[in-house]
Protein backbone atom coordinates (compact mmCIF):
# COMPACT_ATOMS: atom_id res chain seq x y z
CA UNK A 1 0.00 0.00 0.00
CA UNK A 2 1.39 3.31 -1.43
CA UNK A 3 2.39 6.22 1.61
CA UNK A 4 -0.39 8.38 0.73
CA UNK A 5 -2.84 5.87 0.67
CA UNK A 6 -1.98 4.93 4.40
CA UNK A 7 -2.66 8.60 5.74
CA UNK A 8 -5.54 8.72 3.85
CA UNK A 9 -7.10 5.57 5.39
CA UNK A 10 -5.81 6.98 8.96
CA UNK A 11 -7.49 10.74 8.32
CA UNK A 12 -10.49 9.06 7.21
CA UNK A 13 -11.28 7.32 10.05
CA UNK A 14 -10.42 10.57 12.28
CA UNK A 15 -12.73 12.04 10.14
CA UNK A 16 -15.54 9.67 10.86
CA UNK A 17 -14.80 9.68 14.56
CA UNK A 18 -15.27 13.62 14.27
CA UNK A 19 -18.45 13.59 12.43
CA UNK A 20 -19.59 11.22 15.25
CA UNK A 21 -18.92 13.82 17.82
CA UNK A 22 -20.45 16.45 16.10
CA UNK A 23 -23.62 14.94 14.89
CA UNK A 24 -25.34 12.78 18.21
CA UNK A 25 -27.66 10.92 16.04
CA UNK A 26 -25.18 9.72 13.21
CA UNK A 27 -24.80 6.32 14.75
CA UNK A 28 -28.91 6.45 14.46
CA UNK A 29 -28.78 7.51 10.90
CA UNK A 30 -25.64 5.61 9.56
CA UNK A 31 -28.12 2.46 9.82
CA UNK A 32 -30.63 3.89 7.64
CA UNK A 33 -30.57 4.07 4.24
CA UNK A 34 -30.16 7.45 2.23
CA UNK A 35 -33.83 6.96 1.35
CA UNK A 36 -34.76 7.32 4.67
CA UNK A 37 -33.08 10.14 5.53
CA UNK A 38 -34.07 12.04 2.69
CA UNK A 39 -37.95 11.74 3.96
CA UNK A 40 -36.34 12.80 7.04
CA UNK A 41 -35.09 16.22 5.15
CA UNK A 42 -38.19 16.50 3.46
CA UNK A 43 -39.90 16.43 6.71
CA UNK A 44 -37.92 18.62 8.36
CA UNK A 45 -38.17 21.32 4.78
CA UNK A 46 -42.04 20.77 5.05
CA UNK A 47 -41.86 22.11 8.90
CA UNK A 48 -39.34 24.90 8.13
CA UNK A 49 -42.00 26.36 5.16
CA UNK A 50 -44.52 26.60 8.53
CA UNK A 51 -41.91 28.08 10.54
CA UNK A 52 -39.08 29.84 8.38
CA UNK A 53 -37.95 32.03 11.79
CA UNK A 54 -37.34 28.94 13.31
CA UNK A 55 -33.64 28.56 14.56
CA UNK A 56 -34.39 25.00 15.96
CA UNK A 57 -35.89 24.01 12.73
CA UNK A 58 -32.90 25.23 10.39
CA UNK A 59 -30.59 23.42 12.83
CA UNK A 60 -32.49 20.60 12.14
CA UNK A 61 -32.94 20.55 8.77
CA UNK A 62 -28.59 21.28 8.32
CA UNK A 63 -28.27 18.16 10.13
CA UNK A 64 -30.47 16.03 7.78
CA UNK A 65 -27.95 17.99 5.03
CA UNK A 66 -24.99 17.23 6.90
CA UNK A 67 -25.63 12.90 6.92
CA UNK A 68 -26.46 13.59 2.99
CA UNK A 69 -23.13 15.14 2.04
CA UNK A 70 -25.02 18.08 1.22
CA UNK A 71 -22.22 20.65 2.43
CA UNK A 72 -23.54 23.87 0.48
CA UNK A 73 -27.29 23.43 1.40
CA UNK A 74 -25.96 22.75 5.08
CA UNK A 75 -24.14 25.79 4.69
CA UNK A 76 -27.12 27.93 3.86
CA UNK A 77 -29.17 27.23 6.96
CA UNK A 78 -26.18 27.60 9.27
CA UNK A 79 -25.34 30.99 7.39
CA UNK A 80 -28.96 31.58 8.18
CA UNK A 81 -28.49 30.52 11.77
CA UNK A 82 -25.05 32.94 12.50
CA UNK A 83 -26.57 35.78 10.87
CA UNK A 84 -28.95 36.16 13.61
CA UNK A 85 -27.03 34.63 16.47
CA UNK A 86 -23.30 35.18 15.40
CA UNK A 87 -22.59 33.11 19.02
CA UNK A 88 -24.20 29.93 18.19
CA UNK A 89 -21.77 27.74 19.20
CA UNK A 90 -23.29 24.77 16.70
CA UNK A 91 -24.00 26.50 14.25
CA UNK A 92 -19.91 27.72 14.45
CA UNK A 93 -18.82 24.27 14.30
CA UNK A 94 -20.88 22.30 12.16
CA UNK A 95 -20.30 25.41 9.54
CA UNK A 96 -16.86 24.86 9.79
CA UNK A 97 -17.17 20.90 9.15
CA UNK A 98 -18.89 22.03 6.13
CA UNK A 99 -16.60 24.58 5.08
CA UNK A 100 -13.83 22.03 5.27
CA UNK A 101 -15.92 19.24 3.17
CA UNK A 102 -16.38 22.08 0.32
CA UNK A 103 -12.19 22.68 0.67
CA UNK A 104 -12.99 26.36 1.88
CA UNK A 105 -10.09 25.56 4.81
CA UNK A 106 -10.16 29.35 5.52
CA UNK A 107 -13.41 29.79 6.53
CA UNK A 108 -13.94 26.54 8.19
CA UNK A 109 -10.31 27.83 10.41
CA UNK A 110 -12.32 31.36 11.05
CA UNK A 111 -15.21 29.24 12.75
CA UNK A 112 -13.60 26.54 14.39
CA UNK A 113 -11.73 29.95 16.20
CA UNK A 114 -14.66 31.87 16.77
CA UNK A 115 -16.06 28.07 18.02
CA UNK A 116 -13.23 27.66 20.69
CA UNK A 117 -13.68 31.50 21.48
CA UNK A 118 -17.09 30.82 22.41
CA UNK A 119 -15.92 26.97 24.30
CA UNK A 120 -11.81 27.13 24.58
CA UNK A 121 -11.53 23.42 25.43
CA UNK A 122 -14.82 21.88 23.78
CA UNK A 123 -13.49 18.30 22.65
CA UNK A 124 -15.28 18.18 19.05
CA UNK A 125 -14.13 21.75 18.18
CA UNK A 126 -10.41 21.20 19.35
CA UNK A 127 -10.02 18.11 17.50
CA UNK A 128 -11.66 19.79 14.13
CA UNK A 129 -9.15 22.67 14.08
CA UNK A 130 -6.50 20.43 14.60
CA UNK A 131 -6.75 18.03 11.84
CA UNK A 132 -8.08 20.76 9.87
CA UNK A 133 -4.39 22.54 10.62
CA UNK A 134 -2.72 19.33 9.55
CA UNK A 135 -4.56 19.28 6.86
CA UNK A 136 -3.96 22.75 5.59
CA UNK A 137 0.10 21.21 6.25
CA UNK A 138 0.20 23.40 9.18
CA UNK A 139 1.86 20.91 11.07
CA UNK A 140 3.29 22.58 14.14
CA UNK A 141 0.06 23.96 15.12
CA UNK A 142 -1.69 21.33 14.30
CA UNK A 143 0.54 19.55 16.94
CA UNK A 144 0.18 22.01 19.43
CA UNK A 145 -3.50 22.19 19.26
CA UNK A 146 -3.70 18.50 19.57
CA UNK A 147 -1.37 18.59 22.73
CA UNK A 148 -4.14 21.29 24.05
CA UNK A 149 -6.51 19.03 23.46
CA UNK A 150 -4.90 16.03 25.23
CA UNK A 151 -4.19 17.98 28.00
CA UNK A 152 -7.45 19.31 27.79
CA UNK A 153 -9.47 15.64 27.63
CA UNK A 154 -6.73 13.16 29.07
CA UNK A 155 -9.78 10.74 29.37
CA UNK A 156 -11.06 10.70 25.86
CA UNK A 157 -9.60 7.83 23.38
CA UNK A 158 -10.37 10.23 20.48
CA UNK A 159 -7.83 12.49 21.70
CA UNK A 160 -4.98 10.29 21.78
CA UNK A 161 -6.01 8.73 18.19
CA UNK A 162 -6.04 12.03 16.60
CA UNK A 163 -2.89 12.77 17.78
CA UNK A 164 -1.29 9.57 17.05
CA UNK A 165 -2.60 9.89 13.48
CA UNK A 166 -1.02 13.20 13.32
CA UNK A 167 2.17 11.43 14.84
CA UNK A 168 1.57 9.17 12.24
CA UNK A 169 1.59 10.96 9.08
CA UNK A 170 4.60 12.70 10.10
CA UNK A 171 6.59 9.52 10.72
CA UNK A 172 6.77 9.74 14.51
CA UNK A 173 6.16 6.22 14.84
CA UNK A 174 7.34 5.60 18.21
CA UNK A 175 5.18 8.50 19.44
CA UNK A 176 1.98 7.32 17.49
CA UNK A 177 2.07 3.33 18.92
CA UNK A 178 2.58 4.77 22.68
CA UNK A 179 -0.55 6.99 21.66
CA UNK A 180 -2.50 4.90 19.85
CA UNK A 181 -1.50 2.61 23.28
CA UNK A 182 -3.40 5.25 25.36
CA UNK A 183 -6.51 5.45 23.56
CA UNK A 184 -7.19 1.69 23.35
CA UNK A 185 -6.28 1.54 27.08
CA UNK A 186 -9.26 4.37 27.13
CA UNK A 187 -11.26 2.04 24.29
CA UNK A 188 -10.05 -1.53 24.61
CA UNK A 189 -12.61 -2.90 22.19
CA UNK A 190 -11.72 -0.05 19.37
CA UNK A 191 -10.61 -2.36 16.37
CA UNK A 192 -9.17 0.93 14.22
CA UNK A 193 -6.75 1.80 17.10
CA UNK A 194 -5.47 -1.93 16.86
CA UNK A 195 -5.23 -2.26 13.47
CA UNK A 196 -3.34 1.17 13.42
CA UNK A 197 -1.08 0.17 16.55
CA UNK A 198 -0.64 -3.03 14.47
CA UNK A 199 0.45 -1.50 11.05
CA UNK A 200 3.03 0.67 13.07
CA UNK A 201 4.65 -2.33 15.34
CA UNK A 202 5.27 -4.29 12.00
CA UNK A 203 6.71 -1.27 10.73
CA UNK A 204 9.07 -0.93 13.71
CA UNK A 205 9.50 -4.87 13.57
CA UNK A 206 8.21 -4.86 17.17
CA UNK A 207 7.04 -8.82 16.65
CA UNK A 208 6.34 -9.97 19.93
CA UNK A 209 3.73 -6.81 20.83
CA UNK A 210 2.35 -6.71 16.83
CA UNK A 211 1.49 -10.83 17.71
CA UNK A 212 -0.43 -9.40 20.90
CA UNK A 213 -2.23 -7.22 18.83
CA UNK A 214 -3.38 -9.44 16.23
CA UNK A 215 -4.66 -12.38 19.24
CA UNK A 216 -6.56 -9.05 20.90
CA UNK A 217 -7.84 -8.66 16.65
CA UNK A 218 -8.95 -12.06 16.83
CA UNK A 219 -10.46 -11.88 19.58
CA UNK A 220 -12.48 -9.40 19.54
CA UNK A 221 -13.71 -10.92 15.94
CA UNK A 222 -11.64 -10.23 13.25
CA UNK A 223 -10.89 -13.47 11.19
CA UNK A 224 -7.18 -14.65 11.21
CA UNK A 225 -6.73 -14.69 7.21
CA UNK A 226 -7.46 -10.97 7.06
CA UNK A 227 -4.50 -10.29 9.84
CA UNK A 228 -1.84 -12.15 7.69
CA UNK A 229 0.21 -9.73 6.14
CA UNK A 230 0.39 -8.29 9.73
CA UNK A 231 2.20 -11.76 11.44
CA UNK A 232 6.24 -11.05 11.27
CA UNK A 233 8.76 -13.95 11.34
Same mark, same amino acid.
Given at each position: ?? =????????? !?? &? $????? +??? &??CVVVC?????? !???????????????????????????????????????? !??????????????????????????? +?????????????????? +?????????????? =?????????????? &?????????????????????????? /??????????????????????? /????????????ADSDI? $?LVQLG??????? =?????
Amino acid at each position: MR =KEDRKQIVF !AV &L $RLMLV +GLF &LCCVVVCEAQNEA !ALRDSLRQAADQLTFHPDSIELRMDKARWNMLLKQWDYAK !AEYDYVLDRMPNHFDARRYRAYANEQM +GRYTFARLDYDWALRLRS +GDLSAMMGMALLLQ =KMQHYTEALDMVNR &LVNAHPEAAEAYAVRAGIEKDREMFD /LAVYDFGEAIKRDETNKDYLLNR /LELLVKLNRKEEADSDIK $RLVQLGMPRPALK =KYMLK
